[in-house]
């Protein structure tokens, strides 16, 4: 979208104007995120930029939030819970999820839409109403209160990523490659390793990560099936936020929007291989 | 010789017809790609289904009187609530036993009687814990008379309305939940009216959260157009580079988000600092940004800007350039190419994000609940108020009709776009 060099003034300066706005929104997306790094490494009891942190001056700085995070007990019983149950939900979330896609991509499925609609809806419904929903009925057949319990229901919530990342993997995937894979002599489990599996790995990474973060940012549903001995990090902060916001909060955020990055880029370069792959297969 | 009249169909090497070997494969095929999805559908059915099931039973299930003071609910109704009498000596004498066996030591169970209908006429609470202590102490007749002359309380025994609660309320389904949750009750004569205007929070709830909702969805198309549009038009190396400033908002935690914006739009906050400090303020006239309506706008729609964003950019992206440039040889400004080619072709994007943004929007809980204040949170919020002060039932309620919503609305996603065309990043 370069400017050629014979348009008019009006039109120039619109250019230079819609630019000028695009930079202010981009601006308006980012710069929350960024600004609380610099805010962790207050060192008073601030949460906005003091005098001497204007000036640069390194006596404005300290590392200590980030101290009093890991001297924490609640925070570092936050990390292991949070790890625990996100793995395990986003394994259960990311072999079921799979598997159906394989099923939905195949053209003789029956009622694909409609079971796509139902397999998709925990992704729409509003979390308090699922949560309200999971904590009756996990309380019912006793779960409730347990790391199954909440295992459980965050791989429910992380399913839909999975199915729609898959299926849209599995869109461009050639078909009549499983069949000549048993056509040429390869049993079932051999034609999903060697042949589905590599093409549509990146697929299934990305599902598997938007699942993890799923039930790694999940704070609603958690509070209503979970106790404080479950508590995640997304918790701590919730009902740290819910009192008084403190610094050791905005090291934490900081730590966060790190792994985000690192996401992020995984996700990227997932996407790029992905987009190499099929650029070679015949389709 | 065999076989000497051609076969009229064709017949596979076993002899079945061709027609029928086919259709046997297809069901085979048909089975095989639904036993792919089964187990998934089994998982979603039991923790997703169900769990929703059952809490929509809870918005109409009414166990406590039934249960509780069964055989008041039978002598019940035989008495005419019309009349305006109140009931006999044996429907007191009934109820006097079942309260002293619901309140022996350890399974005193009354009270959950009274909190139900306490729910529906303010006061029940009380008249039945001091009538429980009254009662157990009564060892003959006449109940009635006791019963109503029991100090302070006792009065509401004789008031027809508590009878027709109970004789109402001992229906083991109610719509009462229901009628709280739209601002109605049933009134003493049991008729179904409105609640006084002053008293109606929910509708005003929900009102508000459509409206916000709308509002902040207007505002992310606003906002996600021009960059969407950005970023379908750079050269692919500066659009990636610029997707980075959507995605990573899209990825990182919405508790960091909403964290970052408490920060931002505090009393002492960073903006509210800049402004005093850049001189636009008085120190003592700082903008109140958070804990009302503007904080809930201002950080939702932060929150909820990439959901439009990448629907609207994946739309443009399949935008052939040279639509725009032929509008242009013919002699349309840019204004009037972009109005009349560009911008329709890209409504399905609009639609998508529009709808995928509302559905997101009119569930929020977290942000709401730690920038809106009183004057900015949303229904959910309201429901998790409700669950947490223990009456289940006007929680169910309240989020059925929530969920009968975005019901709704996901239907005319799908209608308009399509569930299967979802996509993410």
Known sequence: MALPAHVEPLERAWFYTYRFICGLILFFLIAPILIII???????????????????????????????????????????????????????????????????????MPYRKLIM???????????????????????????????????????????????????????????????????????????????????????VISGALFAFITSFDEVVVINFVGTTVQQTIPQVMFRGLRENISPTILAVATILVGISVALLVTMELLRRRSERLRGMSPT | MENTTAPATLVTADGTPLKASLQRALRQRRRQAFMLVLPLLVFIFVLFIMPIATMLTRSVDNPEVNSILPRTVIALQSWDETT?????????????????AGSQPGK?????????????????????????????????????????????????????????????????????????????????????????????IYKFLFVRTFLMSIGITFMTILLGYPIAYLLATLPMRHAALLMILVLLPFWTSLLVRTSAWMVLLGNEGVINDLLVWA???????????????????????HILLPFMILPLYSVMKTIPPSYMRAARSMGATQLRAHIKVYFPLTLTGIGAGTLLVFILAIGYYITPELVGGQSGVFISNQIAGKFDSGNWGL???????????????YAVYDKIIGIDKMKLG
Request: no cysteine.
């Open chain 2, 279 to 301: 001189g636009f303020l008085g120190d003592k006239s700082r903008l109140a940004l958070i804990n009302n309506r503007t904080g809930t706008f201002v950080a939702m729609t």
């Open chain 1, 117 to 203: 609609a139902l397999l998709i809806s925990p992704m729409i419904v509003p979390l308090i109403v699922s949560a309200l929903g999971m904590y009756f009925f996990l309380v019912k057949i006793g779960l409730a209160s347990t790391y199954t319990g909440i295992i459980v229901s965050h791989a429910v919530l992380g399913t839909p990523f999975v199915v729609i990342t898959v299926t849209a993997t599995l869109s461009g995937f050639d078909q009549s490659l499983i069949r000549a894979g048993l056509n040429l002599g390869a049993t079932p489990s051999k034609v999903f390793f060697k042949i589905i599996m590599p093409l549509i790995l990146p697929g």
């Open chain 2, 108 to 200: 005193k169970v009354i009270n959950k009687v009274g909190k139900r209908l306490n729910y529906e006429l303010p006061g029940m609470s009380s008249l039945f814990r001091t009538s429980t202590r009254k009662i157990r102490r009564m060892k003959t007749g006449p109940y009635r008379e006791k019963m109503i002359n029991i100090k302070i309380v006792g009065k509401r025994w004789a008031d027809v309305a508590t009878w027709r609660l109970l004789k109402r309320e001992g229906d083991p389904v109610t719509a009462s939940y229901f009628l709280s949750a739209m601002d109605m009750r049933v009134d003493s004569k049991g008729e179904i009216k409105s609640k006084p205007v002053d008293n109606q």
């Open chain 2, 395 to 409: 929680a169910s309620a309240l989020g059925a009709i929530l969920f009968v919503f975005v019901l709704l609305l």
């Open chain 1, 38 to 108: 610099p805010l962790s490494f207050n060192a008073g009891f601030y949460l906005s930029f003091s005098k001497e942190m204007l000036s640069l001056d390194p006596a404005g700085f300290s590392i200590q939030w980030y101290q009093d995070f890991y001297n924490d007990q609640k925070w570092i019983d936050g990390v292991k819970n949070s790890f625990f149950i996100a793995i395990f939900a986003a394994v259960i979330s990311t072999t079921l999820g799979t598997i159906a896609a394989l099923g939905l991509s195949r053209p003789e």
């Open chain 2, 84 to 100: 305006g009498e109140l009931p006999s000596e044996e429907v007191f004498k009934t109820i006097a036993a079942e309260f002293v």
